[in-house]
Structure formats: structure tokens, C-alpha cells
């Protein structure tokens, strides 16, 4: 039973479960923001996809570990994930990998053919992401393939679930495409000295890590101001989108500048992302309390 309890434990921990939960939440406000009648038939189908989800981020994640093994051992804050630690060997993570996307696909292709494609279409952008000599190695295309892998696509998983394309599901993806390549700028800067061992030539190794810091912080307004802009003009959407995402910036701008001020170090980096990532989340909250609201009878 012990030893049951522990390769459980080894195999969640290979799926990054703390990501793969995370990127669960723009397909959930792809829903949301399609604005569908509330019922408990949409409710299951709706909590059955995100499983899916579940299952294909652990898919993708387990894929990202075995294509980088040959650069993840320059980075220590790696090296104790069960594959780098030889805790789990590269055959049992294939055969995990592959259980975990056979009933991720399986169960979409059931549910919906046309999601199941463009799921399809982004976890296969994310393996030439990953691949050695892939698309990490160049500057720019790394935070274009996480803010259509990560922000975009996922979004519209989620959006299209309810409705039909539109040119709002393709706006609003843009944003959440913004704030997820942007996100990856900072992690490239706490990244930096790794990539730069393994040969990565990626955006903050590139532009230094001030520059690409800077570049975040301004990608992140632009974005605030992107969503006021389409909630204004967009009369079927509710304008307080677009003040909550530029109501949070003040205290996002404040810990850009406490994390300036510390040097821009490993732990003042950690401190920031971890910082910013909780600003978001209430932010997806506050718009779950607006759609919330105009929902209600």
C-alpha cells in the first residue's frame, strides 16, 4: 500500500499539477465569457471537459520533461522532478504520457470534433516547442508559442464549447494570448542563466533580463487597456472587464518596482511572479463575479 501511495505520488508530481490546475482556468473563462444559460446539463459537459483538460496539460507537461532532458539538467530548480531524479525512468513517463493523452483525446473527440482538432493542433505546437533544437531555442517565437498554447487556443477551447466563432471569442483570446507570452517573459528571466548554459537562445537571453522585464511590465498594461478597449466597444460585454483588469495594475506596477529594487535577483523574481500570478487569479474571480451577476435572474 506504501509503495502504491508513493508512485502515485512520483506520477502526480510528474504532471506539474500546480500548472496543469492553472492552465485549466482559461478554458474555464472561455466558458464564462461565453455567457451560456446556466444548467445542469452544460454544467457536467462543461466540468467533463476541464477533466480533459486535466488529462492533456499532464500529457503535454510529461512530453515537455522527456524532450528537454538534454538541456533541464542545466537548471537546478528542475533536477528533482521525477524524471531528472531517475526516480521515474524515460520508459514508464512515455507509457504515463501516452495513458494520460489517449483519455484526454478519446473522451474529446466524443464530446466535441472540432476541439478535439484544435487540441490536438496545440499540443503538437508544444512538442516542437519542446524538441531539442525546437522552438524554445529562438527569441520572440518562445512567447508566441506560450501565448497561443498557453493563452489563445486554450481560451477558445473553452469559448467555442458554448458558442459559434466569432470576431469577440477571437479579441478576447488575444488578451488572455497576451497575458500568458507575457507571463513566460518573466519566467525566461528567472530561467536566464540556465538557457544561456543550454545553448537557448531565448527572449531575455536575447534582450538582457532588464529589457525583457521592462517589455513584461508593458505588455501587461497594454493588455489592461486592450480589454477596456474591446468592452467598450463591444455592447454585448459588460465595460467592468476592462476597469478590473486596469484596476489591479497599480499594485501590479508596485511590485515590478519592489522587485527592481531588489536587483532583479532569483528570489525577488520568484517573489514577483508569484505575486503577479495572485493578482490575476483575483482578477479572474472579479470577472466571474460580473458574469456572475449578470446571470442572475
Same mark, same amino acid.
Given at each position: ?32 465569457? $461565453? ?11 462543461? $466540468? ?5 483538460? =486535466? ?5 503535454? !507537461? ?10 533541464? +539538467? ?38 466535441? +470534433? ?9 499540443? @503538437? ?14 527569441? +520572440?517565437?518562445?512567447? @508566441? ?26 479579441? @478576447? ?30 527572449? $531575455? ?19 489592461? +487597456? ?37 536587483? @532583479? ?10 505575486? !503577479? ?5 483575483? =482578477? ?14
Amino acid at each position: 500500500m506504501v509503495g502504491a501511495v508513493s508512485s502515485f505520488k512520483l506520477y502526480w508530481s510528474s504532471v506539474r499539477p500546480k500548472e496543469s490546475l492553472m492552465m485549466l482556468g482559461v478554458p474555464a473563462l472561455g466558458i464564462l465569457f $461565453a455567457e451560456p444559460p446556466v444548467t445542469m446539463d452544460l454544467m457536467g459537459r462543461s $466540468a467533463l471537459l476541464l477533466l480533459c483538460g =486535466l488529462f492533456v496539460a499532464g500529457h503535454v !507537461y510529461t512530453l515537455n520533461d522527456l524532450f528537454g532532458v538534454t538541456y533541464d +539538467v542545466y537548471d537546478d530548480s528542475k533536477l528533482d522532478r521525477p524524471l531528472q531524479s531517475h526516480r521515474l525512468g524515460s520508459g514508464q513517463i512515455w507509457a504515463f504520457s501516452i495513458l494520460l493523452g489517449g483519455i484526454g483525446y478519446v473522451t474529446l473527440y466524443a464530446m466535441d +470534433v472540432e476541439l478535439f482538432w484544435i487540441t490536438l493542433s496545440m499540443t @503538437l505546437l508544444w512538442m516542437v516547442y519542446s524538441l531539442p533544437k525546437g522552438l524554445k531555442g529562438y527569441p +520572440v517565437v518562445t512567447s @508566441l508559442v506560450n501565448s497561443l498554447g498557453a493563452g489563445i487556443m486554450p481560451f477558445l477551447i473553452g469559448y467555442l464549447f458554448v458558442e459559434d466563432w466569432s470576431w469577440r471569442a477571437v479579441l @478576447l483570446s488575444v488578451y488572455f494570448g497576451v497575458i500568458a507570452g507575457t507571463g513566460q517573459l518573466n519566467r525566461e528571466i528567472l530561467d536566464l542563466e540556465a538557457d544561456s548554459a543550454a545553448g537557448l537562445k531565448t527572449t $531575455a537571453v536575447w534582450l538582457g533580463s532588464r529589457r525583457t522585464f521592462d517589455l513584461s511590465l508593458g505588455l501587461f498594461l497594454l493588455s489592461a +487597456v486592450f480589454l477596456l478597449a474591446v468592452s467598450w466597444m463591444d455592447d454585448g460585454l459588460p465595460v467592468g472587464l476592462g476597469i478590473a483588469a486596469l484596476l489591479i495594475q497599480p499594485f501590479h506596477i508596485r511590485a515590478y518596482r519592489q522587485c527592481l529594487a531588489a536587483g @532583479l535577483s532569483r528570489e525577488a523574481l520568484i517573489r514577483y511572479i508569484r505575486g !503577479y500570478r495572485n493578482l490575476y487569479a483575483l =482578477l479572474g474571480l472579479a470577472f466571474g463575479a460580473i458574469f456572475g451577476w449578470r446571470m442572475l435572474p
